[in-house]
């Protein structure tokens, strides 16, 4: 079992910056990749960045340039940093991990709202 608990959420004016952090706790050695997901009200919810246990990143398109993830050693807490946010942006951020055991996990969300 892992857990997953996010944090960092909140309310912030266009063009700024939040940091989201994910804490992992449990078997986190199964770990084999974390990613960030968005779901935004009446949309399904969509991938936008992911960290392998090599290091290799992924992210959407839409936030190319703008987001990094990034993640400590021991997979205890990976984090987006979200730099030059949009009102698109906002959304509920669930932090996702998938093990090697074929397992996923989903932590409980966190809000971002993006607005003057």
């Known amino acids: 079992q892992v857990q997953l608990v996010e944090s960092g959420g909140g309310l912030v004016q266009p063009g700024g910056s939040l940091r989201l952090s994910c804490a992992a706790s449990?078997?986190?050695?199964?770990?084999?990749?974390m990613r960030w997901y968005r779901q935004a009200p009446g949309k399904e919810r969509g991938l936008v960045a992911g960290?392998?246990?090599?290091?290799?990143?992924t992210y959407a398109d839409s936030v190319k340039g703008r987001f990094t993830i990034s993640r400590d050693s021991a997979w205890n807490t990976v984090y987006l940093q979200m730099n030059s946010l949009r009102p698109d942006d906002t959304a509920v951020y669930y932090c996702?991990?998938?093990?090697?055991?074929?397992?996923?996990?989903w932590g409980q969300g966190t809000q971002v709202t993006v607005s003057s």
């Open positions: 960290v392998t246990r090599g290091g290799s990143t």
């Open positions: 449990g078997m986190i050695f199964n770990i084999n990749n």
């Open positions: 996702y991990a998938f093990t090697t055991g074929l397992r996923e996990y």
